[in-house]
């Protein structure tokens, strides 16, 4: 129990945190370092790629949810969907209370998966954005070396 303690602070402390990180930093450095002059283009397109590709999908999501959020449109999906439930099904037909419930648990459920969704997208984005910056931090110090 004690250990299990001791591996939850060293996960949560800041000092913990920073020299996992610099190991991290510091064998992807390494890594790049020793990469030939193609692989490390190939290497430094495929990450620049990556976070372009998904910071225009992050905002295009984003945007698409505020635009159906100012038009209205949950409104009106909100309204069908309960209209379709609670008038046109016998298994609803005396329980109304119930298909009004269901309708509001659905919502709520993809409201959920909405957020989880966006805050992976968002982690994603820094964590390729700190690997952009990395790999940029790298160039500038072979171009300073003359690396081939």
């Known amino acids: 129990m004690n250990n299990f303690l001791n591996n939850v602070f060293k996960y949560i402390s800041y000092d913990e945190r920073r ?28 990450i620049v790629a990556k976070f372009e590709h998904k910071r225009t999908m992050f905002s295009l999501v984003i945007v698409t949810i505020f635009l159906t ?22 298994l609803f037909s005396g329980y109304r209370e119930q298909a009004i419930i269901f309708v509001i648990s659905v919502f709520i ?5 909405l957020i989880f969704s966006l805050m992976k997208m968002a982690f994603n984005l820094n964590r390729l954005n700190k690997e952009k910056i990395l790999i940029e931090q790298v160039e500038k110090i072979r171009i300073k070396g003359n690396i081939k």
């Not at 020299?19 to 495929?46: G, H, P, R």
């Not at 959020?69 to 016998?90: E, H, Q």
């Not at 459920?109 to 998966?113: F, G, Q, R, T, W």
């Open 69 to 90: 959020m100012v038009t209205g449109c949950w409104k009106y999906f909100f309204d069908i969907f309960n209209a379709l439930i609670v008038t046109n099904s016998a």
């Open 109 to 113: 459920l993809i409201l959920i998966v």
């Open 19 to 46: 020299k996992k990180n610099l190991e991290d930093v510091t064998k992807k450095s390494k890594q790049y370092m020793e990469m030939t002059k193609y692989e490390f283009i190939m290497e430094y397109t495929n």
